[in-house]
C-alpha cells in the first residue's frame, strides 16, 4: 500500500484548508486510516482517524469542532478539512493506514503504512 497527501500550503489563522490522502490499493477500506501531524522539534500526535467503513471516528480534542475526517470509498481517499486553523496547527501532516483492530489510541507503532507528508503553514 501507497499513501499520498495533497493539499497543504499556507493559511493565515482561521483560515481553512483540505487535506487529501489517496491510497494505491484498490481496497484501501481494507484499512483504517488516520492523520498525525508533527509540528518542529516535537513528537507526531494523531489528530483524526477513521476505520474501514467510516461509521467510527475520533478526534483529538485541539482540533473538535474544527476538522473533519472522511473517506471517498470508490476513490480511495481520505480527506481532512481543517477549518478556524491556528498557528500552533503548523506542521508536517501524515495519513498513515492502519490494519489492525480499530481503536483511538494514535500509536504511530499501529500503522504500517504512511504517506510522505505535507506541509501546512499557520501564519500572517
Known amino acids: 500500500l501507497q499513501l499520498a497527501e495533497s493539499g497543504g500550503g499556507l493559511v493565515q489563522p482561521g483560515g481553512s484548508l483540505r487535506l487529501s490522502c489517496i491510497a494505491s490499493?484498490?481496497?484501501?477500506?481494507?484499512?483504517?486510516i488516520a492523520w498525525f501531524r508533527q509540528a518542529p522539534e516535537k513528537e507526531r500526535e494523531g489528530v483524526a482517524c477513521?476505520?474501514?467503513?467510516?461509521?467510527?471516528?475520533h478526534y483529538v480534542d485541539s482540533v473538535k469542532g474544527r476538522f473533519s475526517i472522511s473517506r471517498d470509498q470508490a476513490k480511495n481517499t481520505v480527506d481532512l478539512q481543517m477549518n478556524s486553523l491556528k498557528p500552533e496547527g503548523t506542521g508536517i501532516y501524515y495519513c498513515a493506514a492502519s490494519t489492525l483492530g480499530y481503536n483511538e489510541r494514535f500509536d504511530v507503532d499501529d500503522f504500517r503504512y504512511w504517506g510522505q507528508g505535507a506541509q501546512i503553514t499557520v501564519s500572517s
Open positions: 490499493e484498490q481496497d484501501s477500506s481494507y484499512f483504517n
Open positions: 477513521i476505520s474501514r467503513s467510516g461509521e467510527r471516528i
